[in-house]
């Protein structure tokens, strides 16, 4: 099920147990909606909230963003209960929390086998913890269900014992490891949240940073962000003409049996060829989303 294709620009996390808020995302312009059954859900909510979320995706009007659920760890004393309730909801993925080996994963794809799910049902894994990010690859190649590993950084900061900085130096390392360990794996990977919603340019620098490492997309806590993230995760209109380009040069070259394409005094060399090809993909992949956002 290894996948980048499907535009993951803005993800959204929202709480299980705000029917508003579920309601509000239908109309939201984010990529996808992680719905939320864990931290953002008190324990004496949690049951109730697993029923809104069921029933909130059985409603549909979601359009094609897609519906990731975040489960309880299947340690709790909800985890279990919220894999078999949503393994035939109809949700597009279900996220485990603090992933730290290949057998949580394959854990999880027992239980939803033995629910029902189908076999379109992704997982999702949270990369949150010292031990995870140690165990990254071994992670990304648990199970072939796996479409998307997400970051959690705040967790991963207190874990450390480490500092939140601009730069965010203290969690490249691990950022860079996961990057790896999707990629190598045809798996597509989400950044972190930015936690203070006050600085606009200081969640825009992030986006760039995450951009610039390899990142899809970005998770984002309020519905004021989605807009940076596409703009910055997304190709600009002038890198997708400049991406047609590289590819209809390409294949005159080739119809005419050139060894080599030169483009504007620049060679052009088929890593060239393939990168356009991911761009226009997307662009497209993104074109059809927003076509159909509204359901």
Known sequence: MA??????????????????????GRSLPADGLI??????????????????IVAAVAAGGYGRRELVVRVNGLETAWGRDDVAALATSGADAILLPKV????????????????????DLSIMCMMET??????????????????????GTSDLVKDLDAVHTPDRL?????????????????????????????????????????????FDGKTLI????IAKANEVFGPSEAQIAEARRIIEAHGAAVAAGK????????????LHVEAARRTVAQAEAIAALEAGAAG
């Open 130 to 151: 010292p031990r995870g990010i140690l165990k990254a690859e071994e992670i990304a190649a648990a199970s072939t269900r796996l479409s998307c590993l997400v970051m």
């Open 35 to 52: 719905l939320d059954l864990e931290d953002a859900v008190a324990p004496d909510a949690k049951a109730a909230a697993r029923e809104n």
């Open 3 to 24: 996948t980048t294709a499907r535009p993951r620009r803005s993800m959204l996390y929202m709480p299980g147990s705000n029917t508003r808020a579920l309601d509000k």
């Open 100 to 119: 730290e080996s290949a057998a949580m994963v394959q854990e999880l794809e027992r239980l939803l086998a033995a629910a029902g799910a189908p076999a």
């Open 170 to 214: 203290p969690v490249l390392t691990a950022l860079s490891l996961c990057v790896l360990a999707a990629r190598a794996h045809g798996l597509a990977i989400v950044d972190g949240v930015h936690l203070d919603l006050s600085d606009d340019e200081g969640f825009a620098a992030h986006c760039r940073q995450g951009r610039a490492l390899g």
């Open 259 to 270: 060894g080599v394409v030169v483009l504007d005094g620049k060679l052009v060399e088929n």
């Open 222 to 225: 309020h519905p004021k962000t």
